[in-house]
């Protein structure tokens, strides 16, 4: 069955960095687009960025771009997202995301939490 396992949330200040991980399995990693998206608290889940079976091609929110940067490496079946000059309003769950067989599956989230 499809399992997706995000790592390397925490708590950082305002204009630092984290980098997320998901560990895929289930699925041929290598032949599906992943996602990152979030939920903060009271709002909505969000999509965050996308990246394309092969990584050429990628997706980002506005809200994100130029601070995220998504990556996969399909050896390892795992997806990154690299977050730089973080803001408190990016504090949230961040959740890793596959559509297999036209159903979602997820995570089970990483909190980031961006704070002085």
């Known amino acids: 069955q499809v399992q997706l396992v995000e790592s390397g949330g925490g708590l950082v200040q305002p204009g630092g960095s984290l980098r997320l991980s998901c560990a895929a399995s289930g699925f041929t990693f290598s032949s599906y687009t992943m996602s990152w998206y979030r939920q903060a608290p009271g709002k909505q889940r969000e999509f965050i960025a996308n990246i394309f079976p092969g990584g050429g091609s990628t997706n980002y929110v506005d809200s994100v771009k130029g601070r995220f940067t998504i990556s996969r490496d399909n050896a390892k079946n795992t997806v990154y997202l690299e977050m730089n000059s973080l803001k408190p309003e990016d504090t949230a769950v961040y959740y890793c995301?596959?559509?297999?067989?036209?159903?979602?599956?997820w995570g089970q989230g990483a909190q980031v939490t961006v704070s002085s």
């Open positions: 995301n596959v559509q297999y067989y036209s159903r979602n599956h």
